[in-house]
């Protein structure tokens, strides 16, 4: 992983008495594809707005690509393109016309790019139309194509995947892992939808009420060598959990002919052989890894998930 | 530099490409060819052009600073209820050159409307009551100067714009504020219809205070005769007073938006 591009030191929030966030500290290096989590009013839109300079930040501080956003703006937020919540544009105008327009705001972007980042969300044919005209999908693609004009460093997706359709996610998904993997962008997304957190990011932060309860890896195949909770489907648990009793094992039996025992793959394999030596069907081994859902609702105790 | 001018070409592109523009020309041009044509069919051509277009300005030149408004307005406050601000935001420009590009599109809007109404009321009434009227002109508009009549026109024109120029800074300021247009176009309406009409009553009353009530001196066409007006003001008093709300008013509007949380 390369270098902190956004930096987040002990960031708060307070509106009146209201402590919106609260000490909030994390880093996002380059190259990396960020999960922002909390249930709803947990703080997510409003810690996406701090980091655009949309709202002030009570103390602490936000640097992007070193330089602070709130000091110096102009220089920190160049290397910036996000959609904060939706993806509003003038509806009056065609897709190119809004392309142009931010194009504008910004020195350095040749027509060209603009033709390039056009066909990159394969919005070729229609560019031309006024974007009144677009379904919730395509101005989608127009706001990815207008924060990634100018080719930041860090890009901040608000929600991203609402009103997409299952294809869309999947597109987008591919083409977010795309830009951190082969240009080093720094990707941080929020959404309330987690299994596809799961799917898209490297790292995700939980947070809820304003603090900062969690960050962890999204775990790919490396958990190969831990111990698991590992579940058996067979014909007779009865007769299983005989067997496993005979080999020293304990086994605890989960009802509906499930059996969970813990160990490592090793275990699996040899627990299964001794089921199929003694006559008894395996119908499944599974290995119990609690869904980012599951360790989610376990942290935020409940709540409602956004 | 050139990179600011560029914003200004995207408030200017976002203020031509609505579809009201054209409505707005239609029903300025409209009202100056209905007004023009019965005003010839009833006196068959016989009034002078430049009675006619000086009469008309005097009824018809505030719908200029009303559409003046209306576009300066909804420059900031749209760009609230649409969203759009935040994409606005997000660029490397700092919120004071942002509002600033929009000032200066929403006067230059103000300009190109202003012009756009003086040509076509030329146009109009030069095609009714010079090239198919008989009407003998008139020697001077105003009748204790010694001004030429474009003279006259381009010094009355010049007045009623400080007018208009005030106005949309009220309403640019009142927009950016509150976020809503309606407020900034209802106040505009206010100035135009009741101050710039019956704050001559005003004058009247005796205190002192009365002097620096911006209302007072918005309306500044009573200076076109000359510097000092009939009721013993005079034109740099005015300016001095209105000089010293802009400067307050456009403060005000810099501050708010700067320190604002784009929260919507």
């Known amino acids: 992983m390369g270098k902190p591009i956004v930096q987040l030191q002990g960031v708060t929030k307070r509106i ?42 009570t103390s ?79 101005r989608q693609r127009l706001g990815v194509a207008q924060a990634i004009l100018h080719k930041p ?18 597109e987008l998904r591919d083409y977010l892992r795309n830009m951190a993997r082969q240009e080093g962008v720094a990707v941080f997304v929020s959404s309330h939808l987690l299994s596809e957190m799961e799917l898209m990011c490297d790292r995700v932060a939980i947070i809820q009420n304003g603090k900062l309860i969690d960050v962890r890896s999204i775990q ?87 | 530099m050139v990179d600011f001018l560029n914003l200004i070409r995207n408030e200017n592109m976002k203020m031509f490409r609505a579809p009201r523009l054209f409505v707005m020309l239609g029903i300025v041009l409209a009202l100056v060819i209905a007004i023009s044509s019965v005003w010839f ?71 190109f409307f202003a012009i756009v109404f003086l040509a076509s009321l030329l146009l109009v009434n030069w095609i009714f009551f010079d090239l198919l009227g008989n009407g003998e002109s008139v020697e001077r508009l105003s009748q204790f100067t010694s001004m030429s009549n474009s003279e006259y026109m381009f010094k009355y024109y010049g007045l009623l714009f400080l007018n208009t120029v005030m106005t949309v800074t009220i309403s640019f300021m009142l927009s950016t504020v509150f976020r809503s247009s309606v407020l900034a176009i209802a106040m505009a309406l206010f100035i135009e219809i009741v101050v710039n009409n019956l704050m001559q009553l005003l004058a009247f009353v005796k205190y002192k205070w009365i002097d620096y009530v911006l209302f007072v001196h918005l309306d500044l066409t009573k200076f076109v005769g000359g510097n000092v007006a009939s009721d013993g003001k005079t034109l740099g008093f005015s300016l001095s007073v209105l000089g ?19 929260a919507s």
């Open chain 1, 220 to 306: 790919g195949s490396d958990n190969s060598a831990k111990s698991l909770r590992i579940l058996f489907e067979v014909e007779w648990p009865e007769s299983a959990l005989e067997v496993l009793a005979a080999s020293g094992l304990t086994g605890i039996s989960e009802g509906a002919g499930v059996i969970a025992i813990e160990g490592d793959k090793e275990l699996a394999a040899q627990v299964n052989e001794s089921f199929v030596r003694s006559g008894i069907k395996v119908y499944g081994i599974r290995a119990d890894i609690k869904s980012l859902e599951e360790q989610f609702l376990e942290m935020t105790g409940g709540e409602g998930i956004g």
């Open chain 1, 16 to 57: 009146g008495s209201r402590t919106i966030i609260d000490n909030l500290t994390l880093d996002v290096p380059s190259g990396e594809v960020f999960g922002f989590l909390g249930p709803n009013g947990a703080g997510k839109t409003t810690t996406i707005r701090m980091m655009v300079g949309l709202m002030s930040i």
């Open chain 1, 60 to 138: 602490g501080d936000i640097l992007i690509d070193g330089h602070s956003i709130s000091k110096q703006f102009e220089k920190s937020i160049r290397h910036v393109g996000a959609i904060v919540e939706n993806p509003e544009m003038y509806k009056y105008m065609s897709g190119y016309q809004n392309l142009i327009h931010f194009a504008r705001m910004i020195p350095g972007i040749t027509s060209h790019r603009v033709k390039e980042v056009v066909a990159l969300v394969g919005l070729e044919s229609r560019i031309h139309d006024k974007v009144k005209t677009y379904s919730l999908g395509m």
């Open chain 2, 41 to 111: 069919t009833v006196d068959k051509g016989q009034t002078a052009m430049w009675e006619v277009i000086i009469t008309e300005t005097m009824f018809l030149y505030w719908i200029v600073t009303i559409f003046a408004v209306i576009v300066a307005s909804g420059t900031v406050a749209e760009e609230f209820s649409t969203g759009t601000i935040k994409l606005l935001l997000i660029r490397p420009w700092n919120r004071s050159k942002i509002l600033l590009s929009k000032y200066i599109s929403s006067l230059l809007f103000a300009l």
């Open chain 2, 244 to 262: 010293v709300y802009y400067v307050i008013f456009i403060a005000l509007t810099w501050i708010i938006f700067n320190k604002r949380d784009v």
């Open chain 1, 153 to 170: 460093k860090l890009l901040i997706l608000d929600e991203p995947t609402n009103g997409l359709d299952p294809a869309g996610i999947r």
